[in-house]
């Protein structure tokens, strides 16, 4: 018995016929479908395992270092304060003065 499918006239069978034909038809269709699709689910497991690998690294803490003071004689005068102490020290004697090597 002939049926009219898809404006072909082809012999009725079963499924099992249909696929036996697209097989031979085919040859390596189905591996090449395994492999296309056991690659991308390898692919993704090897992410996950990478990321899973580095979540269960510590992760170092970072505290915060303080800058290293400079070793070097405190100035004679500061100017941070410099405002505070002009009211009462008078002008002639906030001049500055040099210092010979005999008082040093």
Same mark, same amino acid.
């Given at each position: ?9 082809t ?5 099992? %016929? ?8 085919n ?12 690659? &991308?689910?390898?692919?993704? &497991? &090897? ?8 979540? &269960?690294?510590p992760?170092?803490?970072?505290? @915060? /270092? @303080?800058a @290293? ?8 005068e ?10 009462? /020290? @008078? ?7 040099? /210092?010979?090597? %005999?008082?040093?």
């Amino acid at each position: 018995m002939l049926q009219f499918t898809h404006g072909r006239n082809t012999p009725a069978m079963s499924n099992t %016929e249909r696929q036996r034909q697209f097989r031979e038809r085919n040859p390596g269709y189905y591996g090449r479908l395994h492999r296309k699709r056991n690659a &991308a689910c390898n692919a993704f &497991a &090897a992410m996950q395992a990478a990321r899973a690998a580095a979540l &269960a690294q510590p992760v170092p803490v970072a505290l @915060p /270092i @303080p800058a @290293p003071m400079l070793m070097l004689p405190a100035p004679v005068e500061t100017t941070l304060f410099a405002d505070l102490f002009t009211f009462a /020290i @008078p002008q002639r004697e906030r001049e500055l003065v040099p /210092i010979s090597r %005999e008082a040093a």
